[in-house]
């Protein structure tokens, strides 16, 4: 089975700056797209970046040009860089690979990392 671990979530002041990190196995990581999503409480999940497997990539207007996905295929991992963070960017973020066989799409998503901004 696909199994995705993500880490490097914590506390930080607004302002501040974390990378997060997603290990994947169980599939070729490089066929696939990737994502992060957040879900703050109360609230639904929601897209925060994209990266295809190409490489190209898309984020959420509330993030773009404070966050950048990334990816490295020979280690099976990608990257979420934050700075400028905000008190709004405070939930629990989640890796999702996304798998395509002809007509079936599937998802497959980590535990989730919780990222606090505060001071």
């Known amino acids: 089975q696909v199994q995705l671990v993500e880490s490097g979530g914590g506390r930080v002041q607004p302002g501040g700056s974390l990378r997060l990190s997603c290990a994947a196995s169980g599939s070729i990581f490089s066929r696939h797209d990737m994502g992060w999503y957040r879900q703050a409480p109360g609230k639904q999940r929601e897209l925060v970046a994209h990266?295809?497997?190409?490489?190209?990539?898309n984020y959420s207007d509330s993030v773009k040009d404070r966050f950048t996905i990334s990816r490295d295929n020979a280690k099976n991992m990608v990257y979420l860089q934050m700075s400028s963070l905000k008190p709004e960017d405070t939930a629990v973020y989640y890796c999702k690979m996304t798998i395509t066989i002809i007509a079936s799409r599937r998802d497959y998503w980590g535990q989730g990392t919780q990222v606090t901004v505060s001071s």
């Open positions: 990266i295809t497997s190409g490489g190209s990539t």
